[in-house]
């Protein structure tokens, strides 16, 4: 069973960037897809971005796009989310998910395996 925990949340400037990693448990990391999805005070969690087993494949959000870039060590079994240029409206509890289902179309469908979230905060 898939266990991941997510690190790098924080405090941030309007502009700010952040990193946010995620480590996953298994050995069969390189083999499965990864996303990060964010959920707002009073929000539903929302899909920000995914990326195929290789990395080969990565879809975004619209409300992302050119500003946040989703990576990944199958070394290290380590998938990152590196945001620029970061809004208050970015401002959620960020959660990475393993091994979901990742479609051509870019659709990702999450699977049972979260992490316990980490909260990014962006305010002057």
């Known amino acids: 069973h898939v266990q991941v925990v997510e690190s790098g949340g924080g405090l941030v400037q309007p502009g700010g960037s952040l990193r946010l990693s995620c480590v996953a448990s298994?050995?069969?990391?390189?083999?499965?897809?990864l996303a990060w999805f964010r959920q707002a005070p009073g929000m539903e969690r929302e899909f920000v971005a995914a990326i195929s087993y290789s990395g080969g494949k990565t879809y975004y959000a619209d409300s992302v796009k050119g500003r946040f870039t989703i990576s990944r060590d199958n070394a290290k079994n380590t998938v990152y989310l590196q945001m620029n240029s970061l809004k208050p409206e970015d401002t959620a509890v960020y959660y990475c998910?393993?091994?979901?289902?990742?479609?051509?179309?870019?659709?990702?469908?999450?699977?049972?395996?979260w992490g316990q979230g980490t909260q990014v905060t962006v305010s002057s």
């Open positions: 998910n393993a091994d979901g289902s990742l479609y051509y179309s870019g659709t990702y469908k999450p699977s049972d395996t």
């Open positions: 298994a050995r069969t990391f390189s083999t499965y897809a």
